[in-house]
């Protein structure tokens, strides 16, 4: 597994909500649904290989 770093996330109030409103849907943990929206935006963006070595999402 890749090393995972730890940063401090400045995020408005109405977007962390609607964040853990999807993370709940998705029986997800807050931390994993942002990792998961990031890659996704990241693959879209052709900034990340198809695959990263983790799971499928």
Do not use: C, Y
């Amino acid at each position: 597994m890749a090393a995972r770093k730890a940063f401090a996330l400045r995020i408005d109030e109405k977007t962390l909500t609607a964040m853990h409103r999807w993370a709940n849907d998705d029986l997800r943990s807050l931390n994993a649904q942002i990792e998961f929206v990031l890659r996704q935006a990241l693959r879209k963006a052709g900034r990340l290989p198809k695959t990263d070595g983790r799971h499928s999402d």
